[in-house]
């Protein structure tokens, strides 16, 4: 923006503020300029600063909003405050000091606001109520001089009834607020007075809306509705005035269906008939509406939906409406370059959620913040399930003298919230920031809430978490790059990745400081690298998910914070970093494995039973016939695995075969499931081929060629099986969770096979570099031409003996031949010879899965997600396809990450 139109826009605002009749009008609001400029920061100004009604939960059709230019001044302390004094400066309320929007652009410890304001008459009669969306921290407010009320804590609404303060014509309100930010008194979330690194800038004072509206006496002051999906009806708590009659009337499309009385303080069941369920899917919300008998009246809305977990196919699963529905979502923090803890806009604040629907996710962490209510009201009407995080106090370790303050917030915090149909899950700490008697708070959120899940510490394995207590319901995992699986859930618990990512991109012109951006994994140069990281990043989640029993995945981030350069977008919501389509497929591509109806293809598999007692159980070929069996050796493991292939009789469905007798697929044969050749008759190909279908958890298996019929374990065996059919494998009982697989990443990870513990040498397979084998020279792999009349040396240095993998007994480890005991291994992906320290970071580096390659074999890093050793330049890398690396180039990468298996130059 030129100065010259820069100029001519603060003056049109400035004009608009003293155009707003109830402004303070000894102040001017001029708005600084942010490090950075969204779509709707020149769409503020005084006239339309967030003008819409902030409660949709508790909505009044009269009200009254003050958000605009109030006049403001730092000040020492809040002892002396500013009445019937102007003020110098102008500031816009509610976007927070620190903000650009403000006018601003500052932090305050201390500091008071003011203004003037007129009732209007038609409120004659009622009270009046003064509300704040929420201010950081501590607030003292005063009206005509009269202090009417103190707040403490930064992210629940309050309110004061400011009636008896009220004077004819012309009142003054002066708030003073105390924002010291650091100081671990009280919850802050990542707010920082010296911002850096995944701290951020401070969001002090008034940072939500302020509004009047009138009430009755007796009236109305939260709508605490609970959906009882069983009993086909809501659970609603009308809190507000004792002992007042309440009339409650839910409706569909503006038409009554369901209607109860009862009084202030308990719980009326009102009727929900013919209940239509809220999912991500189908996000539909009733509208509600209240009557006290004083004749005080608000509406409001709720979704209804079931909550809960359960073991679904053999794994404990959180539940939506009695179905395990994984939870895909981002690592939401809510930040803005203009605004920071404030959207310019309410239509910005939907961006954000409208962005992330469109990209694939069904879900979004809140993280170490609590939004306005409209956001939540957004996330209810598009569909986005959401964890709700606890801001915690800037200590990294417990600090005793906040406990109060954070125990006291956090209850304010969850009655506020419990009404809010997507939120299915709390958080109480993170990474073990301030943590302290988690299993106590654990039972304080159940307490006040426990229609919701509770994970205890988002992160347990990470940091400076203290012990797991256990009697949470979540086991929660941070794995950035997922080089390590999470745990596994427990009897009791669901198991998720609550942040992984952070994959990064820098976007000149986008940057909140140029050439300062960071990301938490590798910074990608352009957006098909990113994207297709992204992918292979999506896919390991997916192949978690019946693997480890993974019933969640946060992603970090959606947007970028300041300097942290994770997001799908820029800081200003500019530019999506990320092919969008591209996104959206692979997640939809993942959100369908978990539900079962997608596979592979070309994944290698195994098959694992999800009956509740024969989870231990897998699918495998046993003398040409399916069978079910514990897998206890090599020879198990290798009939238990298969290669998923596009169906031989329609691609859209899926053909397994074998891993061990290449060529040979599973079929039915007079309902028997068993292990044959391809014959390449119309017969052998409909009979090998099967459609993925949603099971019980799982993935149920339809025959291609007898529709209805399923693949299902019986007695150790496995047939093809038709619910209440004639054969005793058709027995109904049991039959859903019987037919239900767990597709999972194949007890035999390498798909290839390399001969244990005997010399090979790895010849490469792009044309024209053919003379060329891996070999190692100086401690580095690289690749050389190796002829017969090559040194000794050489042809050592090209010669490796196959062990099994250190990290896993099914990939494969590659012993120098000339140096016995060192292996070869990555480091910061280059390929290089170790000495085995025994250490698990060696083990994994030093570990390659084997996999049919293009005229080859491929090896796989087992940690290094979505790469393959590959030579470069002469060079041998652990590369990824399209990564951040001048190695990642996609041009002939399939043929270079090719080795041909030959013959030990050096026996």
Known sequence: MTRRVLGVLVSTLITLSFLTPTAAQAAEWVPKTPPLSTPWTSQVSPANALPEYPRPQLQRPEWQNLNGVWEFAGAANLSNPPIGRPLAEGVLVPYPIESALSGIKRHEDNMF??????????????????????????????????????????????????????????????????????GSRYPIGKQRRSPSGIWYTASSGIWQTVWLEPVRGANITRLDTTPNVGAGALDLVVQGTAGQSVTAEVLSGGAVVGRQTGTTGTSLRVPVPNARLWSPDDPFLYDLRVTLGSGDSATGYFGMRSLGKAVVGGVMRPLLNGKFVF???????????????????????????????????NMVRKHIKVEPARWFYHADRLGLLVWQDMPSVDAVDDVPNSHANYESELRRIIDQLKGITSIVQWVPFNEGWGEYDAGRIVNLVRSIDNTRLVNHNS?????????DPGNGDVIDDHHYQITTATRAPDANRVAVLGEFGGLGRRVT???????????????????????????E????????????????????????????????????????????????????KVLAIARGTAVGPDDVVSLRVTTSGYTDRYLRHSGGTARTDVITDDLGRLDATFLVRPGLAGASCLSFESRNFPGQFLRHSNSVLRKDANDGSALFRGDATFCAREGSGGTALESYNVPGAFVRHYNSNVYLARSGGTNPWDTANSFAADTTW????????????????????????????????????????????????????????????????????????????????????????????????????????????????????????????????????????????GGAHAYDNTASYNQDTSWAVSSPWAP
């Open 113 to 182: 606001y003011r203004r003037t304001f007129t009732v209007p008459s038609g409120w004659s009669g009622r009270n009046v109520k003064l509300n704040f969306g929420a201010v950081t921290w501590e607030s003292r407010v005063w009206v005509n001089g009269r202090q009417v009320g103190t707040h403490t804590g930064g992210y629940d609404a309050f309110s004061f009834d400011i009636t008896s303060a009220l004077v004819a014509g012309t009142n003054e309100i002066v708030v003073g607020v105390s924002s010291p930010i650091d």
């Open 327 to 361: 939870q895909q979502g981002t690592l939401d923090q809510g930040y803005w370059p203009d605004g920071l803890y404030t959207a310019p806009t309410d239509a910005a604040l939907r961006f954000d959620l409208e962005r992330q629907k469109a990209l694939g996710f």
């Open 459 to 467: 992160g347990a394995n990470c940091c400076v978490s203290d012990p």
């Open 509 to 535: 012109g986008h940057e909140y400081q140029p050439g300062a951006g960071f990301a938490y994994g590798a910074l990608y140069p352009d957006e098909t690298s990113l994207t297709k990281r992204y992918e």
């Open 537 to 588: 990043v999506a896919k390991q989640v997916a192949r978690m998910i019946h693997t480890r029993g993974l019933s969640a995945s946060v992603y970090t981030e959606p947007y970028d914070v300041e300097n942290e350069v994770n997001g799908f977008y820029t800081y200003d919501r500019r530019i999506l970093k990320m092919t969008e389509s591209r996104v959206r497929d692979v997640n939809t």
């Open 742 to 881: 767990a597709i999972s990443v194949a007890l035999f990870r390498s798909g290839a096979e390399l001969p244990l513990d005997q010399a090979r040498s790895f010849q490469v397979t792009t044309p024209g570099f053919t003379d060329r084998f891996l070999r190692h020279r100086e401690g580095l792999a690289r690749t050389d031409a190796v002829t017969a009349s090559s040194d000794a040396v050489t042809k050592s240095d090209a010669t490796f003996v196959v062990r099994r993998g250190f990290a896993e007994p099914t990939c494969y480890s590659l012993e120098s031949r000339n140096f016995p005991g060192q292996f070869l291994r990555h480091a910061n992906y280059r390929v290089q010879l170790g000495s085995n320290d025994n250490t698990d970071v060696f083990r994994r580096d030093a570990t390659f899965c084997a996999q049919q390659g293009t005229g080859g074999v491929r090896l796989e890093s087992f940690n290094e997600l979505g790469t393959a050793v590959r030579h470069y330049a002469e060079e041998v890398w652990v590369a990824s396809n």
